[in-house]
């Protein structure tokens, strides 16, 4: 589902200030259709938790980057091994190749 900018603010209760410094710092990086951000609900899940880690755990903007930086890289790899077990259940090995191993 595509938020608009406008809707985006208001759901993810940002000023327009602080949703600059966010995209500045690529906290959050939008799609961009016609210059226009496109959010998603993955965008305002992500705003969400930069919310609650800068209120309510009292992270500061360093740690938030490396935070979200960490969890970018756990999403990243969960989709690689999800390709590699996809990829090895379309092609098992033969029982020449397991008995190889």
């Known amino acids: ?56 755990l009292g992270v500061n903007d360093e740690g938030v980057g490396v935070i979200l930086g960490l969890l970018d890289q756990v999403h990243g790899l969960r989709r690689a091994l999800a390709d590699v077990l996809r990829t090895s259940r379309a092609h098992p090995a033969s029982d020449d190749e397991a008995d190889r191993s």
Request: net charge negative.
């Open 1 to 56: 589902m595509i938020i608009s900018k406008v809707e985006f603010l208001v759901r993810s209760d940002l000023d327009q200030q602080t949703l600059d410094v966010w995209l500045a710092e690529e906290w959050l990086m939008p799609r961009l259709a016609a210059d226009e951000p496109q959010f998603s609900e993955a965008d305002l899940a992500r705003a969400q938790l930069i919310h609650e880690l800068k209120r309510d």
